[in-house]
T-cell receptor
């Protein structure tokens, strides 16, 4: 099993540009989570899906952020337009949908918005 | 709502010292509790877990006991090593059907040789 795969690993872009982060969860995992990590705010849950359906997006900072999960093996997090304050490491994680579900994290996507 | 509170860091210890990182939670029902560890430049990975009251999770010399009466899940290790330097996160998974995960703010541990 290759684990949770995120791309790109590093992204540097200019303010105002669109950014798309991608995630492939572990096969068979029904839950998918997007987190953002910064020094100032720590680890923040942005949104999570169960069986490809968004369950809670209350952590999405504003309308510039959107996330989709068109099928069980792929999810995207899009920022449009990007701003310097969006600079962070974005993690995707997946888990089986059951009690005592262990999260498996991807290696993260480090975003820098200039 | 449900929440996790863990002690502020950073924690700096000498090698072979005893480690305790406090974690308390607020939750309805019977959540599962976890400790995750993040090494520099990496994602979080599971360190240990406990799924019901009085369960003890253990791994790599670390231990934590699920205490429902005090709503706590403190992380302990008898003798830390330099390689234990990392950020430690306490977390809970809600017992309801949504299985929402909630993390604490993380505690940075630095172990000096």
């Amino acid at each position: 099993d290759a684990g949770v795969i995120q791309s790109p690993r590093h992204e540097v872009t200019e303010m105002g540009q669109e950014v798309t982060l991608r995630c492939k969860p572990i096969s068979g995992h029904n839950s998918l989570f997007w987190y953002r990590q910064t020094m100032m705010r720590g680890l923040e849950l942005l949104i999570y899906f169960n069986n490809n359906v968004p369950i809670d997006d209350s952590g999405m900072p504003e309308d510039r952020f959107s996330a989709k999960m068109p099928n069980a093996s792929f999810s995207t997090l899009k920022i449009q337009p990007s701003e310097p304050r969006d600079s962070a490491v974005y993690f995707c994680a997946s888990s089986p949908l059951r009690g005592a579900n262990v999260l498996t994290f991807g290696a993260g996507s480090r975003l820098t918005v200039l | 709502g449900n929440s996790v509170t863990q002690m502020e860091g950073p924690v700096t210890l000498s090698e072979e010292a005893f480690l305790t990182i406090n974690c308390t939670y607020t939750a309805t029902g019977y959540p599962s509790l976890f400790w995750y560890v993040q090494y520099p430049g990496e994602g979080l990975q599971l360190l240990l877990k406990a799924t019901k009251a009085d369960d003890k999770g253990s791994n790599k010399g670390f231990e934590a006991t699920y205490r429902k009466e005090t709503t706590s899940f403190h992380l302990e290790k008898g003798s830390v090593q330099v390689s234990d330097s990392a950020v430690y996160f306490c977390a809970l998974s809600e017992a309801s059907g949504t299985y929402k995960y909630i993390f604490g703010t993380g505690t940075r541990l630095k172990v000096l040789a």
